[in-house]
């Protein structure tokens, strides 16, 4: 039964940490490295994070320099960053480093994204309720006395209750953020 928990738990926990890394690439007013996480550089013939061939400063609150480890490797940020997916504004300086100027976000622009982060909230909640869906089925299979297995699913609707709220303060922790002039 423990086992069936942890399994569980475990399950949710993945489920909000990819939430997390999910919601991480909504970008804010302000600037955040981690929104280049799931840039990858073709880089000598293999693909590469972005953090592994360059160092990401935050010079000031709405901007991003990327410096290169090696200089060689400018046009194939560039080119990256453009077929990322995250329409940034950005300059090559002196052929060595990019820098990213974040816009300030206009009020329906920010309505937009918390829209967008509702629907992917609610994806993640479906998660987790998936992953409560399965231990309940494995519960049922294990022939348990009946009041056992009431305890047990107790248990794991309590921790199912705990992850989404956890989801849910997360969800409002982002709102903030985005709704911040």
Known sequence: ???????????MDRVIQTYEKEISKIRTGRANPDILDHVKINSYGSFEPLKSIAQIKVPEARQLLIKPYDPNSIKAIVEALNHSGLNLQFTVENNNAVRIVFPILTEDVRKRLVRDLAKITEEFRIKIRNCRREAIQKLKVQNLPEDNEKKSEQSIQKLTDEKVSLINTIDKEKISDLMQV
Do not use: K, Q, R, Y
């Open 1 to 11: 039964m423990d086992a069936l928990i942890l399994e569980t738990t475990n399950c």
